[in-house]
């Protein structure tokens, strides 16, 4: 149990008709209630995972819910995170989390911080709440909620996603508990995981695994049940199936004394999704791929190496379709070779970051390359306005 004090806490008229589902639950009842209303919980991010969390928090009572993010709400995000709506495309996502939060529960007292949380920040934001819900969707911000969370003793309810599949746990419950680094001790190389904006993820998914982090909120606040600590829930959304992973401390895992660059740890630059990697290659714009295109393609080929539905999507005219999973496991290039014969060879993805992973693969097989920055999502937004964007 987290240690609001509830001595001085009471509860509304309102908030006894509001919550009676709750206190008429022995294991919650009117002093659980309280502890919830006492309880102040940081959710970090307010995506996919962000959007359930916040929801389910304020719905069960929480009275305060502080909220980290600086994006905006697009179009594409209105497939999973459901706390936005159509009305709020290009605006703050904090604000609307906050407006629909109100809308849910007018007593839950909501504290916004529009910014990326850093290691110059994190330490003052974190330090305010009793836990934090992570609902990020990076490696250098997950170990940095990890860290601030190892240094102010503050649980830490994680949770990720992908595709169809999802993960969490709560770390760092008490001094015995494993932490992120007991699960990846060291980050991924730059690129080796797609974020979802490349890789995709069924619209369902954030909301079972944000409403399993929230419900790991609920638990810890009231005292009630058995964590996650300890344990990683695995789901697979396909099969419909979870299972459990033991999750225990490392002895020989490094001492949390500090925070650090935790880009320069993960190897990223903190640029755009797809941009670390397309760095390691030569490059063009889209406006040098259009001059291009303009004039003469006969000794030119463009290979576009995003997956099929996305090439039903939108294309770029003229590109061939090679998704990178046949570059990688070899079976396209020796195609690739004969496209290229006696041509300059160019490759566009989305946003730039699978094109130089192929160019990077082919280069390995004597085949030279240049990559198309930013993609076709560029090429939307600055060639052709007409070609829609996902």
């Known amino acids: 149990m987290l240690p609001p004090d509830t001595s001085g806490v009471q509860l509304s008229p309102d908030e006894v008709a509001r919550f009676a589902r709750h206190l008429i639950l022995p294991e919650v009842g009117m ?36 909220i980290v993010d600086f994006d905006v709400v697009d179009h594409s995000n209105l497939q999973r995170q459901v706390i936005h709506g159509t009305s709020w ?17 007018p007593h839950c007292q909501v504290d916004l911080y529009e910014t990326a949380l850093t290691s110059e920040n994190a330490l003052e934001i974190i330090s305010g709440y009793d836990l934090v819900c992570d609902g990020t969707d990076n490696f250098p911000t997950r170990y940095l909620v990890n860290d601030a969370c190892v240094l102010l003793g503050k649980p830490n309810v994680y949770g990720s996603i992908f595709r169809f ?32 904006a490349e890789g995709g993820v069924v619209g369902v998914l954030p909301g079972i695994i944000g409403v399993i982090q929230a419900t790991e909120a609920v638990k810890i606040i009231t005292g009630i049940g058995t964590t996650l600590s300890g344990r990683l829930l695995l789901f697979d959304a396909l099969a ?16 949390i004394d500090k925070l650090i660059d935790y880009q320069e740890f993960c190897g990223v630059g903190g640029t755009a999704p797809g941009q670390e990697e397309a760095g390691a290659v030569e490059s063009i714009s889209v406006q040098e791929l259009k001059a291009l295109l303009d004039v003469d393609t006969s000794d030119m080929v463009l290979i576009d190496v995003r997956n099929p ?16 999973d046949q570059i ?21 993805c989305k946003l730039g970051g699978r094109s130089a992973k192929a160019l990077i693969a082919l280069k390995r097989a004597g085949v ?3 990559n198309v920055q930013g993609g ?15």
């Open 31 to 66: 002093e659980g209630q309280k502890r919830l209303k006492a309880a102040s919980v940081l959710c970090v991010g307010t995506g996919g995972l962000g959007s359930p969390l916040l929801l389910y928090l304020a719905a069960a009572g929480v009275g305060r819910l502080g």
């Open 89 to 105: 495309v290009g605006k703050p996502k904090i604000e609307s989390a906050k407006a629909r939060i109100l809308e849910i529960n």
């Open 165 to 196: 599949e999802g993960q969490a746990t709560v770390f760092n419950l008490d001094a015995e508990s494993p932490n992120y680094r007991d699960l990846f001790p060291e980050p991924p190389p730059p690129g080796m995981v797609p974020s979802c």
């Open 240 to 255: 419909m199936k979870f299972r459990e992973l033991k999750l225990r401390p490392n002895p020989e895992r490094p001492v």
């Open 309 to 324: 539905p996305e090439a039903e999507i939108a294309v770029i005219p003229g590109a061939v379709l090679i998704p990178l």
């Open 328 to 348: 990688e496991n070899g079976t396209a290039i020796e195609r690739i070779k004969q496209l290229a014969a006696g041509k300059q060879l160019y490759a566009h």
């Open 368 to 370: 030279e390359g240049i």
């Open 376 to 390: 076709i999502d560029a090429w939307s937004q600055e060639i052709d306005s007409s070609l829609p964007r996902y």
